[in-house]
């Protein structure tokens, strides 16, 4: 199976600062016959289900707003939110698809400073 | 607008069965696939099952395969879990998700979850 790392595990930012988080796969997600990335980002709030942000990568899911932006190939992939809001603070998680199966990252909290 | 609705959960001992339900409203559910994802109690997302929409295919974590089995009934607009020998690290959350564009890949649409505790 593929293992799904991400890093920090928290992280408390300041309003308006940015966020930075990162998702390392055991394994490559990258599919050579698409040249597309099978991996996503997920928000969820406290009490509530995840919604998905960020899919193939670096596509905004629609509704999301463009301070959420992916970026990332193959193993190593990244979050960012370029000027954090109340309204973000939540946990964050990676998920790739592979072989017909998900796996997700053990999830960031992103707090405010 | 989309909607996912969970049912079924509840406590049950260690060793019993539970089915959980979906019911989807808001889009051509027969055209989707279909997911179940559970969260215990202050941890992390776990994928568990995928079906395709027609049914015919589906795919399990190993965790789950053999005591878990997902269904649907298109006519229904429903989608299912069998969950049999439940253990006590079977309690979580359990929500479903819709695939993304129709596809596995990706779920772009979750039901609020229905909490299965497993207890004696």
């Known amino acids: 199976d593929i293992v799904m790392t991400q890093s920090p595990d928290s992280l408390a930012v300041s309003l308006g600062e940015r966020a930075t988080i990162n998702c390392k796969s055991s394994q490559s997600v990258l599919y050579s016959s698409d040249n597309k990335n099978y991996f996503a980002w997920y928000q969820q709030k406290p009490g509530q289900p995840p919604k998905l942000l960020i899919y193939w990568a670096s596509t905004r899911e629609s509704g999301v707003p463009d301070r959420f932006s992916g970026s990332g190939s193959g193993t190593d992939f990244t979050l960012t939110i370029s000027s954090l809001q109340a309204e973000d603070v939540a946990v964050y998680y990676c998920q790739q698809y592979y072989g017909s199966s998900w796996t997700f990252g053990q999830g960031t909290k992103v707090e405010i400073k | 607008q989309v909607q996912l609705v969970e049912s079924g959960g509840g406590v049950v001992q260690p060793g019993r069965s539970l089915r959980l339900s979906c019911a989807a409203a808001?889009?051509?559910?027969?055209?989707?696939?279909m997911n179940w994802v559970r969260q215990a109690p202050g941890k992390g997302l776990e994928w568990l099952a995928v079906?395709?929409?027609?049914?015919?295919?589906?795919y399990y974590a190993d965790s789950v395969k053999g005591r878990f089995t997902i269904s649907r009934d298109n006519s229904k607009n429903t989608l299912y879990v069998q969950m049999n020998r439940l253990r006590a690290e079977d309690t979580a959350v359990y929500y479903c998700?819709?695939?993304?564009?129709?596809?596995?890949?990706?779920?772009?649409?979750w039901g609020q979850g229905t909490l299965v505790t497993v207890s004696s």
């Open positions: 808001g889009f051509t559910f027969s055209t989707y696939a």
């Open positions: 998700a819709r695939g993304k564009g129709g596809n596995y890949f990706f779920a772009d649409h």
């Open positions: 079906i395709s929409y027609d049914g015919i295919n589906k």
